[in-house]
């Protein structure tokens, strides 16, 4: 009778645990299908610019990772988006062609590419940013500093355990 207790006890366990996974799967749904929303709302100038360039959608995150920490390198803002230096060098690349944003060579080490908006599209790319962001920072307001450091501690081991049952990036890129 003690082996049933204990079989029960796992079984609830596992049925908690899988009942867990299934709400964070749809909280996450929910929050990237509301980010993903903003892009109805990209202001005209930058529409423009995304159109004329051939530039889309994957070209955001760089975007956004520049928008929030103007000037960053290109290793850094291919570490703050995930994908590899060569794919994020491409995007900068092509980001800087259509003037949205501006690559110089670190005076400080040449070998490094530095990059940020450029001043005709600084205040727009600005503003659309912390509008596509703002129910983030709400959100984060909303809790207290105990419950905010939790939550983003329980984000950072669901995004490390998310990336080490990621296939590397080459080996997807050779499925293609």
């Given at each position: 009778?003690?082996?049933?207790?204990?079989?029960?006890a796992?079984?609830?366990?596992?049925?908690?645990?899988?009942?867990?996974?299934?709400?964070?799967?749809?909280?996450?749904?929910?929050?990237?299908?509301?980010l993903?929303?903003?892009r109805?709302?990209?202001?005209?100038?930058?529409?423009?610019?995304?159109a004329?360039?051939?530039?889309?959608?994957?070209?955001?995150?760089?975007?956004?990772?520049?928008?929030?920490?103007?000037?960053?390198?290109?290793?850094?803002?291919?570490?703050?988006?995930?994908?590899?230096?060569?794919?994020?060098?491409?995007?900068?690349?092509?980001?800087?062609?259509?003037?949205?944003?501006v690559?110089?060579?670190d005076?400080?080490?040449r070998?490094?590419?530095?990059?940020?908006?450029?001043?005709?599209?600084?205040?727009?790319?600005?503003?659309?940013?912390?509008?596509?962001?703002?129910?983030?920072?709400?959100?984060?307001?909303?809790?207290?500093?105990?419950?905010?450091?939790?939550?983003?501690?329980?984000?950072?081991?669901?995004?490390?355990?998310?990336?080490?049952?990621?296939?590397?990036?080459?080996?997807?890129a050779?499925?293609?």
């Amino acid at each position: 009778m003690a082996v049933n207790r204990v079989t029960a006890a796992r079984a609830a366990s596992r049925d908690a645990s899988r009942d867990d996974v299934r709400e964070v799967l749809r909280l996450l749904v929910s929050v990237i299908t509301g980010l993903k929303r903003g892009r109805a709302e990209v202001p005209n100038t930058l529409r423009e610019a995304f159109a004329g360039g051939g530039l889309g959608p994957r070209h955001v995150p760089v975007l956004m990772a520049v928008a929030f920490s103007d000037p960053l390198s290109v290793g850094e803002i291919a570490e703050r988006i995930g994908l590899s230096l060569a794919t994020t060098s491409l995007m900068v690349g092509e980001l800087d062609r259509q003037g949205i944003v501006v690559r110089a060579e670190d005076e400080r080490d040449r070998r490094r590419t530095i990059v940020c908006l450029h001043d005709d599209h600084r205040a727009i790319v600005d503003a659309w940013s912390e509008e596509r962001t703002s129910p983030v920072l709400r959100a984060l307001e909303r809790m207290s500093p105990a419950v905010r450091k939790h939550f983003l501690e329980g984000l950072a081991v669901l995004a490390a355990e998310s990336q080490a049952d990621a296939e590397p990036a080459s080996a997807a890129a050779a499925d293609c």
